[in-house]
């Protein structure tokens, strides 16, 4: 049995987690790989993960089955830009309010905005501090388009100037405010725990409490790291990690080349110091069955398939390869139940492989 060298290593990662990039700090030990939100995760606005042409896909094109799915920034139907007819008509957002706001001693307005001309986004309210001026007024929400300060227009105001705007508005404010459906679902708060799908298959992870929301424990056991697998990467800086179960994928960007390479090779040395353990253990309940109905097994690990799209394009797609005395087996995902195991894709003879 091969002896590994693992890796232990920490720094500070981008997320792609619900079309948006967060940054966390990374944790990977010897079988596990901890993600943790640092700061606010609500915060960034990043929502440009493609950046050119991979795996059969054009940039903005779906990446695959198991990728987190098409990006916007914000939803194309919608046009969110100062002065666009969004902020100005009925449509999907809802009618203008005027709120009369009375600020406190300290603490202003209680709340924080988002967006402005040089965004090509309205002046938005991303937060309010609970207790505060705006909360109080129980009149402002998440996702209300700031148009006027006290009768000055911010509808074409840049970040800044809707921010000196609304520090010298004085101690009466009057906010014309339009709620814009399709954004506010970008501030929403984000937790890992709650955000992040992943399939855990093991019972040596430790629970988390509601007190670790914004930390992720992942089991390296049989998982697929990869590269320009199935996101487009032209700038060399994506790492994939695939669930064992196919279902779920993990997309982490890394500060540069060197960076994202260091990274894959620490990640993949330890799954793949960790393929003999799971070897074992899938012998072991698998032979518990019955040995002659399934084969001891030799070998076990992920490979890419090319595979041919309808417009010519080349794709690749993970499969697990499983190798006996006398055959190589095949499964979409590793299959973890012994009705699994007499299931696979296709199998070929070795004897007639070559």
Not at 190 to 210: E, F, G, N, R
Not at 289 to 303: D, E, R, V
Not at 309 to 332: C, H, I, N, W, Y
């Amino acid at each position: 049995m091969a002896v590994w060298t693992r890796a232990d290593k920490q720094g500070q990662l981008d997320l792609l987690l619900r079309d948006r990039w967060i940054r966390v700090s990374a944790e990977l030990t010897r079988d596990t790989l901890t993600l943790t939100a640092e700061a606010d995760v609500s915060e960034p606005w990043d929502y440009n993960p493609r950046n050119g042409l991979s795996n059969g896909h054009e940039p903005g094109g779906s990446p695959g089955a198991h990728s987190p799915g098409p990006q916007r920034s914000p939803p194309a139907h919608l046009d969110v830009s100062p002065g666009s007819s969004s902020l100005s008509s009925d449509g999907c957002s809802e009618a203008v309010r005027r709120v009369r706001v009375l600020k406190q001693e300290s603490g202003g307005l209680g709340i924080s905005i988002k967006g402005g001309r040089e965004n090509r986004m309205p002046i938005l309210i991303s937060k309010i501090f609970p207790g505060l001026a705006a909360d109080q007024s129980r009149a402002l929400r998440v996702g209300d388009a700031i148009l006027s300060v006290n009768g000055n227009d911010l509808r074409e105001a840049t970040h800044d100037l809707a921010v000196q705007a609304l520090k010298k508005a004085g101690k009466e404010v009057t906010l014309e405010v339009k709620y814009i459906r399709e954004v506010s679902p970008l501030f929403k708060k984000l937790s890992l725990v709650a955000d992040l799908p992943w399939a855990i298959i093991t019972d040596d992870l430790p629970l988390q409490s509601s007190r670790d929301r914004d930390r992720k424990v992942i089991s390296l056991n049989m998982c697929f790291v990869s590269r320009n697998l199935t996101m487009p990467d032209l700038e060399n800086r994506l790492l994939e990690l695939h669930s064992p179960d196919g279902q779920h994928m993990l997309v982490l960007r890394c500060k540069d080349s060197s960076s994202a390479n260091a990274w894959f090779t620490a990640i993949h040395t330890n799954t793949a110091a960790l393929l003999p353990l799971a070897l074992s253990h899938i012998n072991s309940y698998l032979e518990a069955t019955s040995p002659t109905a399934h084969p001891h097994l030799k070998h076990i690990g992920w490979l890419s398939e090319q595979v041919q799209l309808g417009s010519g394009r080349q794709q690749f797609r993970p499969l697990v390869m499983a190798m006996t005395e006398k055959d190589l087996l095949v499964f979409q995902s590793v299959p973890w139940t012994r009705e699994a195991w007499a299931l696979p894709l296709f199998t070929h003879p070795l004897l007639a492989t070559r």
